[in-house]
């Protein structure tokens, strides 16, 4: 057997034994959410008592409903050991109506630090300031990325950009405002990069675009970006790397939502097209592709399929929950010996229009 | 031939992109080339330095950049241009073969549009001469001059011509290449199945001499096509009412939309509207129909119905045939469902009262055919009682044509804006009242087809004074 093979075999043991643990958690009076503690009463069945590996939760359970998260209040989410503790309430869409919410407490914290180490700190040097250019609010992204830049013993400034108001401009054809939104925010970005020192950005992908097309990044004292929020494909990629950051200014493209935390990337480059990887962190959170018409199947490797994340951690118990995106399977990497998501873009895109916004 | 990749073009120089699309043979299916495909950055990045594009026209006289032109135009017509990026060659008869079988266009088709842009390029000091009302050259060169007994000086209005081009047919083309010789650079995302004929056209000026930073070809999506066309600083854009509406108020852009092209015969001489029957005809199904400058609709006084079974008569029996055929008169659809849209809009309208299609009678059979795996639509011609019906006033990129009844003083007011409208009347009164009207771009006096051009006479725009303006000057005598 060789190394990769045993050290999948081992993180898959890892991932059963923490499986074990959170499903026990979540479902025992003592310290489990009352939602999931209902959820089973009606259920009919005892998850504490009966799974006994990750692959019981793909077997026994169904997909999580994210419309639960906007139908019921916050409170219910709250594990028993919690109670006492106030929460964190993060978001996610709410274009238009109620948004989902996801209540919290450390579990960003664990994330990011653990994803620091993997920063290179000549591209991300420590001590010294990053910026955020993208949706802060209600988004647990804006606490995370200045917890990430803490922990590096960096401060951070941030420039706000509201992607729902962006979406509704774009639905409803204003383009010319969608523009001007954008101009705006990248005004405030460049005032802030002409005015103090930054070594570090975290945006989307337009809107770094959009910043190098108003200012020379290198100059401006940029030494890495860490970048996500909407579709990369592989030229897209190629372009930001090789065009945007001129192979100079380290890339570091991340893949992550309020539900799953953030899962990190292998490397990549002209050698395997500019296909991004990414794997979740796992055990908290497992994401894996399957069949869209037979979700309980994974899709062969190197195969398109839908994106399903479960996560896993003493906060939050969430079983399968089908993502709006789709993305290759990619067997594990060295670093991390699980399954893989390339080329991750919204579900359906090749039939459908779908509107990511210019953010 | 190995299945060639067209790379895009930043500047002249190849860039292949890690997104390909396939053009396919319209029958088969088959991959004829893999095109990249850019994201809008690429553009936006390049033409932040499109400066070097137009600097490097700029070290040529415009008498230079026409010889070059004329090169060109020889090696388009006659030579092997490179067409993949791993240096493929495209022989004429390739070119002819490749882009019928990806366009739909038969053979002769092709060739007649080849022979156009030939004659457009052969011909670019005339078409110059047209395009500036006789400015002489070495003015243009100069930016200012003396001409007619006056100082008269030009400066150009844009760095770039941007080009958002069709593929319905190979010689639009041709409206941009004067660009070249007026030393503007060209910026192009072409049409998703006619890549083949800006690609050949740009190889052919490159091998001619011209500098190739003048070329920018982007292959892109939706976004690229929006950045192309509104940062050039001009740019012509080809598409159908809902794709250009959006630019409709913009004078920095030229729409190339619906031709809505009409053949108007006046009381005067509809009594012979027999002899030109076949010029009629011809005005609305040569090139297969699909030129904004085919005749959409035939306007008449009377005898409309005649008129009608006359035409249908004549080409109802249109049948496709073979691409090789010298004899092809229809061109299939290198996207199937246009034609069964089409099809099925024409069908749809004729359930309203007040026409009648006059050619399903002479047609033996149903308006589309598919014919060796290729989806064609037969030669369509409907009676219209008058304008308000809504099959009188429409144009389909297939032989499509109306004949409406209207009182000769009533046309002009009934017939809504028309490309080229050829009046066959010697009345002088109504003559003039023609030649008044603003709602006519081209207008031909006499029985002459509506597909005839004179590349003296700028239709569509005059792309002169589209790329520059003219300054008022004062300069102190030595």
Aim: with cysteine; hydrophobic share 40%; net charge negative.
């Amino acid at each position: 057997m060789s190394n990769l093979d045993q050290n999948i075999q081992e993180a898959k043991a890892q991932l059963d034994a923490h499986t074990v643990e959170v499903v026990k958690w979540h479902f025992s009076p003592d310290t489990g959410s009352p939602f999931w503690l209902d959820w089973a009463n009606k259920a009919g069945w005892n998850p504490a008592e009966e799974i006994s590996c990750f692959d019981d939760i793909i077997n026994k359970f169904p997909h999580f409903q994210d419309e639960w998260l906007r139908d019921m209040p916050n409170e219910i989410w709250r594990p028993k050991a919690y109670e006492g503790k106030p929460f964190s309430i993060f978001e996610t869409g709410g274009t238009t109506g109620m948004p989902k919410q996801r209540i919290g407490w450390e579990d960003y914290k664990i994330d990011y630090s653990e994803f620091s180490e993997t920063l290179n700190d000549n591209h991300f040097p420590r001590d010294h300031y990053w910026m955020m250019v993208g949706p802060t609010g209600p988004r647990r992204l804006r606490l995370s990325i200045e917890h990430l830049a803490n922990v590096r013993g960096c401060s951070t400034y941030f420039v706000d950009l509201d992607p729902r108001w962006v979406k509704r401009l774009i639905a409803g054809k204003q383009f010319d405002q969608a523009r001007a939104y954008m101009d705006h925010v990248i005004d405030q970005a460049v005032t802030i990069l002409k005015n103090r020192k930054v070594s570090a950005l975290f945006t989307t992908p337009k809107l770094l675009e959009a910043l190098a097309d108003r200012m020379d990044l290198i100059k401006a004292g940029i030494k890495g970006v860490f970048c996500g929020g909407t579709t990369m494909d592989k030229q897209y990629t190629r372009f930001l790397v090789e065009e945007v950051c001129e192979n100079q200014i380290g890339f570091v493209p991340t893949y992550g939502n309020t539900l799953m935390g953030l899962a990190r990337h292998r490397p990549f480059g002209p050698e395997n097209d500019y296909s991004i990887t990414y794997h979740a962190p796992q055990p908290r959170a497992v994401l894996r592709v399957v069949d869209p018409k037979k979700t309980e199947n994974l899709v062969e490797y190197d195969s398109w399929g839908r994106v399903e994340l479960t996560t896993l951690t003493k906060e939050f118990f969430m079983p399968r929950f089908l993502e709006r995106d789709e993305a290759i399977r990619r067997s594990g990497w060295e670093k991390c010996p699980w399954d893989g998501v390339a080329e991750v873009r919204p579900f359906g895109a090749m039939e459908k229009k779908i509107v990511e916004g210019v953010y | 031939m190995a299945i060639p990749h067209i790379p895009c073009l930043r500047l002249g120089d190849p860039y292949v992109s890690l997104n390909k699309i396939d053009v396919a043979d319209y029958r088969s299916g088959a991959t004829k080339a893999t095109v990249s495909q850019v994201n809008a950055g690429v553009v936006r990045r390049d033409l932040q330095r499109i400066d070097e594009a137009r600097d490097a026209l700029r070290k040529f006289t415009t008498a230079e950049l026409v010889e070059i032109g004329a090169k060109a135009g020889e090696i388009f017509l006659n030579g092997e241009v490179q067409i993949g990026v791993d240096g493929e060659m495209q022989s004429p008869q390739q070119y002819i073969e490749t882009l019928s079988s990806t366009s739909g266009l038969p053979h002769i088709m092709v060739k007649r549009n080849m022979v156009k842009i030939h004659y457009a390029l052969t011909n670019m000091q005339l078409v110059l001469n047209g395009l500036t009302r006789g400015i002489d050259l070495p003015i243009l060169d100069a930016g200012v001059g003396e001409q007619f007994g006056t100082q008269v000086c030009f400066y150009p209005t844009s760095k770039a011509l941007g080009l958002v081009m069709p593929s319905n047919s190979p010689a639009v083309n041709s409206l941009w290449l004067p660009a070249i010789a007026l030393k503007t650079p060209i910026v192009m995302k072409p049409g998703r199945e006619e890549p083949w004929t800006p690609y050949r056209l740009i190889q052919a000026f490159i091998q001619a001499g011209c500098p190739k930073e003048a070329f920018s070809f982007y292959p892109t999506d939706y976004e690229g096509a929006a950045d192309i066309l509104n940062r050039c600083g001009r740019a012509l854009i080809f598409g159908d009412k809902s794709t250009t509406d959006q630019y409709a108020n913009n004078p920095a852009i030229q729409i190339h939309g619906p031709g809505w092209s009409k053949i108007l015969i006046g009381e005067d001489e509809i009594e012979n509207w027999r002899d030109h029957i076949d010029l009629i005809a011809g005005s609305i199904a040569d090139n297969g129909g699909r030129s904004c400058v085919n005749a959409s609709a035939v306007v008449v006084p009377k005898y409309g119905r005649e008129i009608a079974d006359a035409l249908a008569q004549k080409l109802g029996p249109f049948k496709p045939t073979s691409a090789e055929d010298p004899e092809a008169k229809l061109s299939g659809f290198a996207n199937p469902k246009m034609g069964e849209w089409i099809d099925g809009a024409i069908d749809s309208d004729l359930l309203e009262a007040g026409c009648e299609e006059m050619t399903a009678k002479y047609r033996d059979g149903e308006r589309k055919v598919i014919t060796d795996g290729g989806t064609y639509l037969r030669p369509t011609i409907v009676y219209c009682e008058s304008f308000d019906h809504p099959l009188a006033n429409r144009e389909f990129l297939c032989p499509y044509a109306s004949v409406v009844e209207a009182p000769q003083s009533e046309m002009l007011n009934q017939m809504g804006e028309s490309l080229v409208v050829t009046a066959i009347t010697k009345d002088k009164a109504f003559q003039a009242e023609l030649l008044s009207s603003p709602l006519i771009e081209r207008l031909n006096l006499g029985p002459i087809s509506t597909m005839k051009i004179s590349w003296d006479q700028p239709h569509e725009g005059n792309m002169f004074e589209f790329l520059y303006k003219r300054r008022s000057i004062g300069i102190l005598a030595a």
